[in-house]
């Protein structure tokens, strides 16, 4: 999928076993092919991007944010003006609203 993404439009920053962050300019994540491979992108693709429950297979919508820092493997920040969610393998929920309220530096 990624040799579909125009790169002035779309970079993949981080993937996960189970997600993948993508920096994008438009929203609608197909708005970020390439012109001249949208034609077999939608044939390949095409019922692959989706909202509503997360099943195996298709790629949800989970949240938009204008800057994340990636701390260490499966461990970053994601933030907006209204929130700033957390992820941080092994390490508990509360350790990681510290984190984020206290502006703890990771380095």
């Given at each position: 999928m990624l040799e579909f993404l125009n790169p002035t439009k779309a970079?993949?920053?981080y993937m996960g076993t189970d997600s993948a962050?993508?920096?994008v300019k438009h929203k609608r994540f197909e708005a970020?092919?390439?012109e001249n491979l949208k034609v077999k992108f939608s044939a390949l693709y095409d019922n692959h991007f989706e909202t509503g429950d997360?099943?195996?297979g298709i790629w949800v919508e989970e949240g938009f944010f204008n800057s994340g820092e990636y701390i260490?493997?499966?461990s970053f920040t994601l933030s907006n003006e209204n929130h700033t969610p957390t992820h941080m393998k092994g390490l508990n929920s509360m350790f990681q609203k510290k984190f984020v309220d206290e502006n703890i530096d990771p380095y």
């Open positions: 970079q993949l920053l962050h993508f920096l970020n092919v390439d997360k099943i195996s260490g493997e499966k």
